[in-house]
């Protein structure tokens, strides 16, 4: 039994949550986010989250320029995950793993006494993500394939098409989504996208900006 299998409802989810405020990261359901862990405070996080229910939930603050030192306002919208693996620096690191399970408003925030922060978070508009997969339904892959290929040209950048044509259509999306160094109020956008299809519409459209403000032409299909 995977983990997932024990989160088939959003009832099954806590109603308590750490969360990690963090400018322009971004965890979607069913895709995973690398974190270098190194603040204290949310080094004081990953250790109770790793020895309680492992979940936490990445938001984005409410302003990009926000001064994470203080607490400042959050975003409505972010995405619980849980913590797959972890391993430890010697200079006293946690590097981490978070596998997204399902986005949730916030519902309130508590007072604590944690070095961190927790709220209430509200899953039930977000059932959805708690499917095994999202349909891949009217997703124009083939364009987001050849924005894609646009994009890795204008940057000198190459990827592995093999595992590119064998990704599953939501896999290629959500990771992409993940990967791409759109602003965060972009991931944003990309994170509150109602579902699959939406949210490659999203990146499609950002990724086509993107091109034209660097003045990159089109290119030739992919090889």
Same mark, same amino acid.
């Given at each position: 039994? #995977?983990?997932?299998?024990?989160?088939?409802?959003?009832?099954?989810?806590?109603?308590?949550?750490?969360?990690?405020?963090?400018?322009?990261?971004?965890?979607?359901?069913?895709?995973?986010?690398?974190?270098?862990?190194?603040?204290?405070?949310?080094?004081?996080?990953?250790?109770?989250?790793?020895?309680?229910?492992?979940?936490?939930?990445?938001?984005?603050?409410?302003?990009?320029?926000?001064?994470?030192?203080?607490?400042?306002?959050?975003?409505?919208?972010?995405?619980? #995950?849980?913590?797959?693996?972890?391993?430890?620096t010697?200079?006293?690191?946690?590097?981490?793993?978070?596998? #997204?399970?399902?986005?949730?408003?916030?519902?309130?925030?508590?007072?604590?006494?944690?070095?961190?922060?927790?709220?209430?978070?509200?899953?039930?508009?977000?059932?959805?993500?708690?499917?095994?997969?999202?349909?891949?339904?009217?997703?124009?892959?083939?364009?987001?394939?050849?924005?894609?290929?646009?994009y890795?040209?204008?940057?000198?950048?190459?990827?592995?098409?093999?595992?590119?044509?064998?990704?599953?259509?939501?896999?290629l999306?959500?990771?992409?989504?993940?990967?791409?160094?759109?602003?965060?109020?972009?991931?944003?956008a990309?994170?509150?996208?109602?579902?699959?299809?939406?949210?490659?519409?999203?990146?499609?459209?950002?990724?086509?900006m993107?091109?034209?403000?660097?003045?990159a032409?089109?290119?030739? #299909?992919?090889?």
């Open positions: 039994m #995977g983990f997932l299998d024990q989160y088939r409802a959003p009832a099954d989810l806590p109603r308590r949550l750490k969360v990690f405020p963090l400018p322009g990261a971004l965890l979607l359901p069913h895709a995973e986010l690398p974190l270098n862990i190194f603040e204290p405070r949310y080094l004081a996080m990953i250790e109770d989250a790793l020895a309680g229910d492992r979940l936490i939930g990445m938001i984005q603050p409410d302003k990009d320029e926000a001064d994470l030192a203080g607490a400042p306002a959050l975003k409505h919208i972010g995405c619980a #995950g849980r913590i797959t693996s972890f391993a430890e010697p200079d006293g690191r946690i590097l981490i793993t978070l596998s #997204g399970i399902c986005r949730f408003a916030i519902a309130k925030e508590f007072s604590t006494d944690k070095p961190y922060r927790e709220v209430e978070p509200d899953f039930s508009g977000f059932a959805d993500d708690l499917a095994e997969a999202e349909g891949d339904d009217g997703v124009d892959r083939t364009s987001l394939l050849k924005v894609f290929r646009e890795l040209a204008a940057n000198d950048m190459s990827a592995d098409w093999d595992q590119v044509r064998a990704a599953s259509t939501e896999a999306v959500n990771t992409l989504a993940v990967l791409a160094p759109h602003a965060p109020r972009d991931k944003q990309l994170l509150e996208a109602k579902d699959l299809k939406s949210r490659a519409d999203v990146l499609i459209a950002l990724t086509e993107a091109l034209a403000r660097q003045g032409g089109p290119t030739s #299909g992919l090889q």
